[in-house]
């Protein structure tokens, strides 16, 4: 499996339920969206064969959607100041790196 998905730097896009068959992907980047506000449609991810990132998405309040994800190689979830739960991770039975936090720059 080679695809790798990148949702980076769109500062109007609110949602990503366009997604809802994608089943797995290699590689999926997540940054830098003013208001992507969930991870709605990625509710039909089972598998990321490398890693899951999710930076700097300042509206992003939900990564439930992610509740089917069984299996990533790595996941960072950094800098996402509205997120408070990471409901939606519960389902992982196989992950060798985890990083969650905020960086000394972050606002919150």
């Known amino acids: 499996m080679r695809a790798k998905l990148w949702i980076r730097n769109n500062q109007n ?3 990503i339920k366009a997604l809802s ?6 590689d999926i980047a997540i940054s830098n969206n003013a208001v ?7 509710d ?6 490398k890693s899951l990132e999710i930076f700097q998405n300042p509206s992003l309040s939900s990564i439930a959607a992610l509740g089917k994800l069984s299996s990533v190689e790595r996941v960072e979830i950094v800098n996402n100041a509205a997120l408070s739960s990471l409901e939606g991770l ?5 992950v060798v790196q985890l990083s969650i936090g905020v960086t000394r720059d972050s606002p919150i």
């Open 13 to 15: 896009l609110a949602n």
């Open 44 to 49: 039909n991810l089972t598998c990321v064969l």
């Open 90 to 94: 519960e389902g992982l039975t196989r």
């Open 21 to 26: 068959k994608l089943s797995s992907a290699r």
């Open 36 to 42: 992507l506000g969930t991870l709605e449609g990625l």
